[in-house]
């Protein structure tokens, strides 16, 4: 058995121990989102803090804590703050909480982030569903022995957004005349925001929105066949695209303001896909 499927287990023996209970959705809320699990019907709740070994954010305005819980009657587990790859901790450590999420049972992982828009028809607020990603920049989650246990060593990212998935949230929004776009994202290491050609090169990869999360997750969830989906909020225009230098506030402050009709559109797509 391989180190971190032993620690990945350690960490599981603390959650089973405290929560006799199986979600269904696995839900990981970014800048902005993260209050959204404070109105769900919560069932119980687990700081990061008491399970050992976890990785602990050292980002402002990142909750550390696992809500268990429904949205209408799916039973979700929701992590409140995530960890990033650019607060120094190993790729092993950015995705053990989806690790984790999928040994508690979730079938179907969410993921959320706040992005800066790379295409030009883009605009701070709005929403972009991830088609596909690029993650080149970033080292693999998988690197270092296979953990046999969860998945296979060459593992095929075909379809990393489970286009069932993808089609659900594209009906939710219609449905409820929330404008959404669709694109691919591109995750760099950040902790810098880009530079204007840097941004550029994003462009001319075929990225939609960049992001400083998410992709490495996704790679982790794929890797033991956990059906995917996700949401961009388009938090701002990347470097160079308007006159404005970014700030975190400012990514706070968009996320913020269209965190409402996020959260309408997350509650109504969690919700049927507990139907699936
Ligand atoms: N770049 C990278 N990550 C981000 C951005 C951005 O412009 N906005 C929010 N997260």
């Not at 089973?16 to 990981?28: I, N, S």
């Amino acid at each position: 058995m391989t180190k971190a499927y032993e620690r990945l287990l350690a960490c599981y023996q603390c959650v089973e121990d405290r929560l006799p209970f199986r979600p269904k959705v696995a839900l990981v809320l970014g800048s902005g989102l993260g209050d959204y699990a404070d109105s769900i019907r919560i069932e119980s709740v687990l700081d990061y803090h008491d399970i050992s070994g976890f990785p602990v954010s050292t980002v402002s305005g990142h909750k550390g804590r696992f809500v268990f819980g429904y949205v209408n009657d799916v039973p979700v587990v929701i992590m409140q703050g995530r960890v990033h790859y650019y607060e120094g901790y190993a790729m092993e450590d950015v995705v053990l909480p989806i690790r984790l999420m999928k040994m508690m049972g979730a079938e179907i992982l969410f993921l959320t982030n706040a992005a800066g828009g790379v295409n030009f028809d883009f605009h701070a607020g709005d929403f972009m569903m991830i088609t596909d990603q690029i993650s080149n920049f970033v080292p693999s989650p998988l690197i270092g022995p296979n953990i046999e246990e969860l998945g296979e060593r060459f593992c095929d990212m075909s379809q990393i957004y489970n286009r069932e998935l993808c089609q659900i949230i594209r009906e939710t929004a219609r449905e409820l005349s929330i404008p959404l776009q669709e694109g691919t994202y591109i995750q760099l290491t950040g902790p810098n925001f880009e530079s204007p050609k840097e941004v550029k090169m994003c462009r001319i990869l075929g990225a939609d929105a960049v992001g400083m999360s998410t992709a490495c997750e996704a790679i982790a969830a794929n890797h033991m066949g956990m059906k995917t989906c996700g949401i961009s909020c388009i938090s701002n225009l990347g470097c160079g695209m308007s006159d404005q230098p970014l700030s975190h506030e400012e990514v706070k402050e968009t996320a913020d303001k269209v965190a409402p009709l996020f959260k309408q559109l997350i509650t109504s797509a969690v919700t049927r896909m507990g139907n699936l």
